[in-house]
């Protein structure tokens, strides 16, 4: 199963390593990237699969954005479903 | 790769625009749980709700956060308790009330809706009891929620019902007198009532429904209120385009959380209800939608309109995009609970009658008003008919959900809490309608050809 992680917040060393790190802590693998600095404030949707996740999804969700709350950054954890729906017909 | 622009804009609706599902509604079938003795009745309700529902309120959260979009509301509805209760030997069905309360309570749920009688061509003893029994069934209970469908296209308006229910909502503000007549924001009087609606308080789970069944309601006002900015000062057709296609992406959500829910629920998929249904928070609201469409305020003439086109392209958008569409589908106006709609009232441009022209073309009817403490029963049950008369017509479905609110006079404002908000005191005609209720019996079903 795919989902999609947003990070967003102010930018600084580090965010992508950080969230990389984590997702590899419970087994989650990046199939693609994309990033984007505006006006000081870091963008970045990232695909990943979870298939293998050590987690349930609910709980990589909450665990993820908890770690956004450590770095002080929003990161979301969103199956990719909602967003095909709503965009493909 | 979906491109980053659909991303943040899904985004961005569920975190600024207020994009939410409404509901899911477990509908669920009570025709098995009858039973001569009450106490053994309301122990089969009881064992039955919180078997099929156990796990309602933990599957939403968990699809709430897989998906990342919040779902307001999960609920249930049963089926209408006239029909469950008829073989029981009682006086009151007060008690069957007490069960789905704390049935609804045992599962998590906010409201459960079917404390329900379908009386639109005449009164079954059973039918009877249900109605008395309202009053104290919305006292004594927090979460249950009653209907009585009082006329429909092809029966007619039962207006010894429509007189009975002047009298029972009366009765139910009188009861609740110490909350505002919260009693009366949880019930419901319809006229062609539909057996899917998930969307309280006139949800009941239909005699022609499965044994379970899971129903969805979206929401979006606030969606479509921000697509409408864009195009501002454009041609009707553009808003028309811009609504369709804002209403299709708002309705795939609740169709793939309502998919998602059934197949880990186990229960089979019933509908997505189209609706637009506001809240009391800034930014949900359908009255600031139609005042977007260059309205001064809400209420003023071009009101009806704006519905309109709203109301249809509402469905137009969203048929496409759910394999099921059911409910009550359309733009609701709950004044109360209605931000724009609030202001509206308040400042005098939404009257009651104009409320009443919008019913014609847009879901549901008058819809959380209050009224003065001292209206009579018999004018209550004029509003209905009125009410009643417009759905038997035009084949649609209305309803009066009306709050004569204990002690309080026009200007007053009465505040029901949550998502039912506040609602300011209307006024209504002082003139009489007594001598047209009291007469009873039932209006006669329309012809429904030579349509003018």
Known sequence: ?89 | MLNQKDILQTLDMIDKRHLDIRTITMGISLLDCCDADLSLCCQKIYNKITRCAKDLVKVGEEIEREFGIPIVNKRISVTPIALVAGTCVADSYVEIAKTLDAAAKTCGVNFIGGFSALVQKGCTAADWKLIRSIPEAMACTERVCSSVNVGSTKAGINMDAVAEMGRIIKKTAEITSDNDGLGCAKLVVFANAVEDNPFMAGAFHGVGEPECVLNVGVSGPGVVYHALQSVKGQPFDVVAETIKKTAFQVTRMGQIVGVEASKRLGVPFGIVDLSLAPTPAVGDSVARILEEMGLEVCGTHGTTAALALLNDAVKKGGVMASNHVGGLSGAFIPVSEDEGMIAAAESGTLTLSKLEAMTCVCSVGLDMIAVPGDTSAETISAIIADEAAIGMINTKTTAVRIIPAPNKVVGDRVEMGGLLGSAPVMPVHSESSAAFVARGGRIPAPIQSLKN
Request: glycine letters at 6%; one cysteine or more; hydrophobic letters at 50%.
């Open chain 1, 1 to 89: 199963m795919k989902a999609i992680v947003t990070v967003v917040g102010k930018d600084r060393v580090g965010i992508i390593a950080g969230v990389c790190i984590k997702l590899a802590e419970y087994n989650v693998n990046v199939l693609d990237i994309s990033q984007t600095v505006m006006q000081g404030y870091f963008t970045m949707m990232m695909a990943v699969d979870v298939s293998g996740c050590t987690l349930p999804l609910a709980e990589l969700c909450k665990a993820m954005e908890q770690v956004g709350n450590e770095m002080s950054l929003s990161i979301k954890v969103q199956r990719e479903d909602i967003f095909e729906a709503m965009h493909r017909i």
